[in-house]
């Protein structure tokens, strides 16, 4: 069963949807209406306008100040307007200036394996960059002041700093990483007509009917399971986690944590037990002997091992991960 944000219906926003309903580790439930996800505002009819007001208060902006100055998200009255860029101007292939579009396009059109390392190499940069670490403390700050309404964010696309944007909300709130990168991907079918149509504008342009250019393409404007996985990686080879990367790399602290999945979360949110990270971590006892795992918490000072409880299949694994808030892979000590 599909469990992905909501794609809401608008007549020229094409990639907005609520997070609301999103199901967490803990049976609990994101609240409706306070996270939307989006792709540039610059181009709305009158009725969107009118419907975003009802919806949001505040809206991120994730864009350069280039990508902001060629086309400026429409100013709609009572809605709270932050930028916060998580790259530098003229990031070609991610910032989408024109100029930063046709340099890119120029480079690697021809050249699918250059043009999906490129992009890979942008998620490295969402992970590890001081100005992507800043933007994202951000933009988590934000959602942690009091809302009458609504939260959007958005870059041009609603793909890449929206997407990871979007990655480090549902993992803050418990939802497991199968379903974040499944919502990652939903990208491509709200998008897919605007791909379309750009590609072939693209290779109108070049000149060219090349196969190769297509898959270029494709790694160019799409979403890529890849791309997600390969910021994920890096997060755990940095940080040795999720938490790593949250308390480590956004300088977030527990409380704030805490606090942000408590306002968020409806359902069972309560049973969620914390255990003291600075001192343990949690780990998979297995024994070659007999097979047997449990799980429990490492002293990672002393070594010494606190069981908690008997897996004996996945929805057991589930239950503990649940149980304390744990969204990471759980090493196995033998």
Partial sequence: MSNTGRILKYEMLHNIRDLGGIRTRSAGKVESGRFIRCGHLSKMSDKDIHKLAKLVDTVVDFRSEGERAENPDIDIPGINYISIPI?????????????????????????????????????????????????????????????????????????????????????????KREDIVEDYLLTNKCIKADIRFL??????????????????LEYLLGANEDYINTFYKTIDETYGGFNGYLYEGLRLDKEEVRRFKEKSVKGEKSNVKYYDRDDYKPVIKASICTGEKVAGFKNIHTGKIEEIMLIGSDADLDKFKAMYGINDEIAKEY
């Avoid at 793909?159 to 549902?170: E, M, N, P, S």
């Fill in 87 to 175: 790259m530098d101007s003229l990031t070609a292939g991610i910032t989408r200036e024109k100029e930063a579009d046709r340099k890119i396009f120029d480079k690697l059109l021809l050249k699918p394996d250059e043009a999906k390392k490129y992009m890979c190499d942008m998620y490295k940069y969402f992970a590890l960059n001081e100005k992507a670490l800043t933007g994202y403390r951000q933009f988590i700050n934000v959602l942690l002041d009091e809302h009458e309404k609504g939260v959007l964010w958005h870059c041009t696309v609603g793909k890449d700093r929206a997407g990871i944007a979007t990655a480090i909300v549902l993992e803050v709130l418990g939802v």
């Fill in 199 to 216: 590609a072939e504008f693209v290779k109108k342009q070049a000149g060219t009917t090349s196969e190769l250019a297509d898959e270029s």
